[in-house]
Each structure stands twice: as structure tokens, then as C-alpha cells.
């Protein structure tokens, strides 16, 4: 309708509206490239872990000196910490996911693999360990008791450790198209460990190594003392985690009260802190696509009510000449819906080309379409509802207006 | 003139008190947010020993096998024991030191103190002179209780006042990991930051409490942390044979021409190694000073420099919100500016009014931008990131913002006053 006669009222005031389509288009382009990085991490938070996460708790602590007897001790501490009530599983552990310091190793299925294809993580433990950390066997069978090795023998190789179980993660990459079931990976020493599990799933305990191979994780029959990584990991109801977190330390001060307790944490607890950066960035961002549109969209009421305010004039002898207020309103939400249309269309190109150089000096991934319209359609209601009210205003002008020096 | 333009200033900023409060708002949280992620940038990415960072080098050697090697793979990160404790003990270079990152821990004798963990670290002598760290009391162990593995110890202000209340303690012993261990000297608060000479620890961390020789912690079984490669199967990876790299090696030298010549050096050692056949490979090293190793490390965390931009980006978005605005209040003037150059103001006289008031929009929302930068600060600093108590604004950043603030506003100012000044009066007057 009024397109033609808008273009060349823009066309008078040019330096002005290419500023605005500037705005426009910057703010489109750095809130979708913001709104995606804060997708990814929230779906980085999201990461599963393949433990029963509600009813983990994790205990850490330390001795002093060396302890001739640690693996002893080890044994007291888990029957007294079964003993609390509330707790149904009790292990120890080297490592634990998201945890941070990680034990790794590279396996292959030939010997002495000088190119050795994956670099996996490798939890060891107690014979509870797979059943308290709660994940889930989906082929094979867990370590029977004979097959554990304390980890002093396995370290001088002076017992063989034949078994091991691995993430369905390894087993599609070492045994594509087949049971990984009795194959054999060399994992640890010069003969080779076969496969008795499969497990669904078992993060890794930092980022870094996650890197290295995403999902690549098993569990040997090793059993460690305290001292080794020092993790008890404790399988509880989970109504009752913090009653039982309450009872830990008095219960291990009572095995050998010389150590020190350096954590006691739900996996929650756990989970949060090894993602606070990611929350603390994701609200940056939210913070500052706030404030990006609002500085926008008060630059455009701005605007909008300057050019009213220049146009009163003009505005009363278009009324008086017939034009309805209906009129006068449409015709500036015209004109934000154009220049917001053109500065949506450069912010889509420079979106993509942000995105671009992210990928590039981030390692963030490529924005996916669907953000587009997404910001597309933020910038559209903005600009509306910005002009809305300038506009109202344009249309309240009296005809009467037209006969009078402005 | 000048109080002139103010005065003009004033009166048109007051005629449309929202707008102005608008543009102020626009361009304060806009220098806001780019004063405290750049605050946070700049204290990250400072020089961490800036007097001696060029004479300074970390070592990297490659005793790999032969039969993993990717052509232009880099070297290791860290060097094996054997290594650092033959290149410590051949002192071709100014002074060298071998360490490694542990913990241990200690009990206090002072009743009513509980035994705790202390980061140490396992180094040798020349530590201490060549990182410039400054005593209190006492001094650094020497290269004799290297050698013999002396019961000795340095231990941090802090962990001196915890323990004995004083940091006059040298002479009095400590007891580590249940042995009595010498204080040989007291340091200050000493916190390089980054810390350069070990990025596997804590990178904005606190720094160490408790120093030993390295000697002594191998004796004594100290545990260690930080990283550990192994590239071969290893029944003891500390030992001093061991396939394993998991040790920094630093050097001083005062002269590029003497870095040269180590850096030759280093690779005779490698030659001289594979034809003894400890080493497979062909010589592979690499030399670098503090800042090329920061560098290299890429130690700035990412999400920091993101911030970064992200804010710049949000201060241009503000800025070019402010020039449009401007830009459009100063063409309304047209027929007041009309009306003074009639009366013979010149084109520059008005250039320069209009700018004095884009000027005056601009330092009172650096002022408040300021003001921001000081809130979002502390913000930072309540974050739970290690780095975040170092989140303040020093001196020369303070200067900064202020140049930013009156930059963005000039820059604001710029376009619109000079198209203001374009004004033709003739038509103006005869239009109206």
C-alpha cells in the first residue's frame, strides 16, 4: 500500500536508516551466534553420565605418610560405610566422571600397537563398583570376585589380569559390525584382556580427555586402595543423601581417624560445580542479548518518535486529506517492518559470518538454520512493539493540525 | 566559547530528557560490559615475570620411540627425570632448575591445629634466584642439599603464620609427610599469575606453600600432581629411568646469542642420546621464553576472550544506537543551526557545539559506564571461576576506560555534528 511513498521518505532521511538496519542487523547477528552458545552449553550441562546420578555420593580423602596397610584399611572403610544406614553400595574407585583427574591409557587389538587407535578411560575398583555407580550392562556380565587383582600384583605383573569391560562406545569402534563379547584388547601389559561386558554408557572425568574419545571408558578388575584417587563411592537411597553425608565422617574417623576427608558431595553437587563456568556463561549471554535488544528497540522508539514528531505537519494534512488514523499507524509499522526486513537480512549474512570466525578461533560448531528464523522472528515483534507506541501517537494527530505553523 | 557550547549543551539535552537519558544509559553499559571483560583480559593475559620474561626458557625435549612418530609432531611438554636431572647437573645455562607439582601433608605442632594439605613444590636450588621469588627470612637450600637430598624446606609466609604464628622461623623444622624437614627460609606472598612455570597446576591459582628439593621429595615418596606421560610400560614411572615425561625443566639465559647456543646444545644432547640409544628419534627441541609459552599454551581461557568480544560487540551495537539518535536530533535542529549561521556562526564554530554536546552525552556515560565496569567486577570476582579474585581495575585500566569512554563519544558525536554543520541556512530560513 504505502510501500513506494515510505521507500522515498526513508530515501530523505538515509544516513538515519541505515543506521537503524545497522543496529538491527549487528543485534540479529550477535543474538542468534548468542542464543546458539548458550544451546550448546546448556546441552554440554545436560551431558549423561550413565551413573545412577540421584543416588551417587562421593567421598575423598587422603592419608599421611605412606600406609603399609591402605588395602586393609580400604576393606574396613567399605564395611563400616555400608554399615550406615541408608547406603546400599559401596566401592572405591580411582576415578569418577567429572571427577577431573583421570587415568587414560591406548588400547588396541593387536600387541604393542605403535599407532594405537583409541585413547580410553580407565576406571578401577572394587568388586561393587559397577553395581554402585548403577551402569547399566547391556551385554556380557559384570567381574566375578576371582578375577580381581589387587593393583601392588597387577603393577609388577606378577598376576595377569585376563578381563575387561568396555562402553558400547569402544565396542562399535574396535568391533564394528560384531559381538565384542571374548574378543581380545590389549589394554594393559603384553597379553591381551578379554571382553566379558558391555556397559551403555560411563562418562570420562574431565572435558580434556572426553576430547581425546567422547564415550571411550572401562572398567578393569583392579582393586585399589583409598590411596589411589582416594574416591569411596557410595550408592544410597536418595532421600537419604544427606543424612548419610552427615554419618561419613565420624563413621571413617572411627576406622583410622589419622587421614584427612578432603570432599564429601552428592553427585549433584558434583555435577554442578564441574559445570559452573558453563552456567556462568550461558547467563552472560542471556544477560547481554537482554540488553542488546532493549538498547535496540529504545533506538528504535527513538527514532520512530523523532521522525512522528518531524512529520506532525505532514502527518494532520494526510489526515485531513482522508486518511484514517488506521492509516497513519500501519504506515510507520510499514516502515519499521521494512527497514527491520533489510536489517534482518544483513544480520542473517553477518550471523553466519560470526559463526564462521567462532568455528574457527573457538571450536564452536556451525549454527545450525533453525536459529535464524528464530532471531528473525525475535526482531520483527521488537521492532513492532517498539513502533507501536510512536505510532499510536502519529495517529492521535488531529487534521486540525495541518492549518496551523508547527 | 567553550562555556557557550556547554550551556547549549545543557539546554537541548534538557529539552528531551528521556532520549538523553537513553543515549547516556546506551553508551555507559556499553563501555560497561567492554571495560570489565577487557579488565578481565588484561589481568589474565599479564606478563607474570615481566623483568626477566625474555631471558627465561622452558625446555622441550623428545625421547619418544621411533616407531610413533608423526612427521612435525611437537616435543613432549614436560621432560623425563633422567633428562631434567642431567641437564640440571651439566649447568651450561645461567641457572636451571627441574620441578614438579605435589601435595603433602603436614602437622602442626601449635595445639588445637588439625594436620592439613599443603601444595608444594619438588624443585631444585636455583628455583628461587631465577624466578626472582623474594625471601622474608632465611634463604634458598643449596645445590650440596640437592645432591645429598637434605632434609631441608622453604616454606610461604602464610604457611608459616599458620604453623608458628610468626615468619621468623628459620632454623625450626616442619613436620612433612611424617618427616622433620628444615626451614631454610620463609617467602613472601608470592602469586605469579598466570603460573608460568607450571600450566598443569591451577593456572590463576594461589601458588605454593611448601618448597623441597626434589632429591629429598623422591626420598621421602612425596606424592606429585600435575600431568604424566608415559610412552612405554612402566613398572615405576618416577623412577629415574623411566619412559615417562612428567617433569618442567626452565632455564636462564641472559642473551639470545647464549639461547642459541643452549638451544644447539640441546640438540647434541639429543644426538648424543639416540647414538647411546635412550632416544629413537631425531632431534626434536624446542626453546621457548615465558611469553612465546604462554602463548603457546593459549593459557587466556577461551570463554574469557569470547566475553570479550561479545562485549565489544554490544558497545558497537550502543554506539551506533547513539549516533542515530544524535544524528537525527541534531538534523531536527536544522532550522535553529539555519538560524545561527545566518547570523555568522561559522560551519566550524557549529561543527564544534554540536560535537561539545555529543562530547557531554559521552563523558557522563563513560562516568557511569565506569561506575558499571566497578559492578560487573565484582560480579566477576563473586564468580566461582580461580581467577576471579584477581578481577579488579588497576591504574593503567582505569585510564583505559576513560579513553574509551571519551573515544566512543567523540566517535558518537563525530558523523552527526558534521552533518549538522552541512546545514544550507538559506533554505532553512525560507522553508519556515
Known sequence: ?406 | MFTYYLDLARRSLRRNVALTVLMIVAIAFGVGASMTTLTVLHVLSVDPIPRKSRDLYFVQLDPQKANSYKPGEPPPEQVTRADAEALVRAGKADRQAMMTGGNAAIEPERAGLVPFFADGRWTSSEFFAMFDVPFIAGGPWTAEDDAHAARIAVIARALAEKLFGATDVVGKTIRVEGTELRIAGVIDTWRPTPHFYDLNTDVYGKGEQLFVPFSTSRELKLSRSGSMDCFDQSPEPEAVGAPCVWLQLWVELDSTAKASAYRELLTHYSEDQKAAGRFERAPNVRLRDVRDWLDFKEVVPRDVRLQTWIALGFLLVCLINTVGLLLTKFLRRSVEIGVRRALGASKRSIFLQLLVEAGTIGLAGGALGLGLAWLGLWVVRHQPTPYAELAALDLPMLAATFALAVITSLLAGLLPAWRGCQVTPAIQLKSH
Open chain 1, 1 to 406: 500500500m504505502h510501500f513506494f511513498p515510505i521507500l522515498s521518505t526513508l530515501r530523505r532521511h538515509r544516513t538515519a536508516a541505515v543506521l537503524i538496519v545497522l543496529e538491527i542487523a549487528l543485534t540479529c547477528a550477535i543474538v542468534c551466534n548468542a542464543i546458539f552458545l548458550i544451546q550448546e552449553r546448556l546441552s554440554r550441562m545436560d551431558r549423561a553420565t550413565g551413573i545412577v546420578e540421584d543416588e551417587i555420593v562421593r567421598v575423598q580423602l587422603t592419608g599421611i605418610g605412606t600406609k603399609a596397610d591402605a588395602g586393609a584399611l580400604t576393606a574396613q572403610d567399605l564395611t563400616a560405610l555400608r554399615a550406615i544406614p541408608g547406603v546400599r553400595f559401596a566401592a572405591v574407585t580411582n576415578m569418577i566422571p567429572f571427577g577431573g583427574s583421570s587415568w587414560n591409557t591406548s588400547i588396541s587389538t593387536i600387541p604393542d600397537d605403535p599407532v594405537a587407535p583409541v585413547n580410553a578411560g580407565m576406571y578401577l575398583g572394587s568388586p561393587d563398583l559397577l553395581e554402585t555407580l548403577g551402569v547399566r550392562l547391556i551385554a556380557g556380565r559384570d567381574f566375578t570376585p576371582e578375577e580381581y587383582a589387587d593393583m601392588d600384583a597387577v603393577q609388577q605383573g606378577k598376576v595377569r589380569m585376563a578381563s575387561v569391560i568396555i562402553t558400547r562406545g569402544i565396542a562399535e569402534r574396535m568391533f564394528p559390525g560384531k559381538t565384542a563379547l571374548g574378543e581380545a584388547l590389549y589394554v594393559w601389559g603384553k597379553e591381551p584382556q578379554r571382553v566379558v561386558g558391555v556397559i551403555e554408557q560411563l562418562a570420562r572425568p574431565n572435558d580434556g580427555v572426553e576430547r581425546s574419545g567422547a564415550g571411550y571408558a572401562m572398567m578393569l578388575p583392579v582393586n585399589v586402595a583409598y590411596t589411589v584417587g582416594g574416591n569411596y563411592v557410595l550408592r544410597v537411597d536418595p532421600a537419604r543423601r544427606a543424612e548419610v553425608l552427615a554419618a561419613v565422617d565420624a563413621t571413617l574417623n572411627k576406622v583410622d581417624p589419622s587421614r584427612i576427608i578432603l570432599e564429601r558431595q552428592t553427585f549433584a553437587d558434583i555435577r554442578r560445580d564441574y559445570f559452573s563456568k558453563d552456567r556462568a556463561m550461558a547467563y552472560l549471554l542471556f544477560g547481554v542479548s537482554l540488553a542488546l535488544l532493549i538498547v535496540t528497540a529504545l533506538g528504535v522508539v527513538g527514532l520512530a518518535s523523532f521522525w512522528v514528531q518531524q512529520r506532525t505537519r505532514q502527518i494532520g494534512i494526510r489526515r485531513a486529506l482522508g486518511a484514517t488514523r488506521g492509516d497513519i499507524l500501519r504506515y510507520f509499522q510499514l516502515e519499521n517492518f521494512i527497514l527491520a526486513t533489510v536489517g534482518i537480512v544483513l544480520g542473517m549474512a553477518l550471523a553466519y559470518a560470526i559463526n564462521l570466525w567462532l568455528m574457527h578461533k573457538y571450536e564452536v560448531a556451525r549454527l545450525p538454520g533453525g536459529f535464524l528464523p528464530v532471531g528473525a522472528a525475535l526482531l520483527w515483534c521488537l521492532g513492532q512493539v517498539a513502533v507501536l507506541g510512536p505510532a499510536m501517537r502519529a495517529s492521535m494527530i488531529p487534521p486540525a493540525i495541518a492549518t496551523r505553523t508547527v
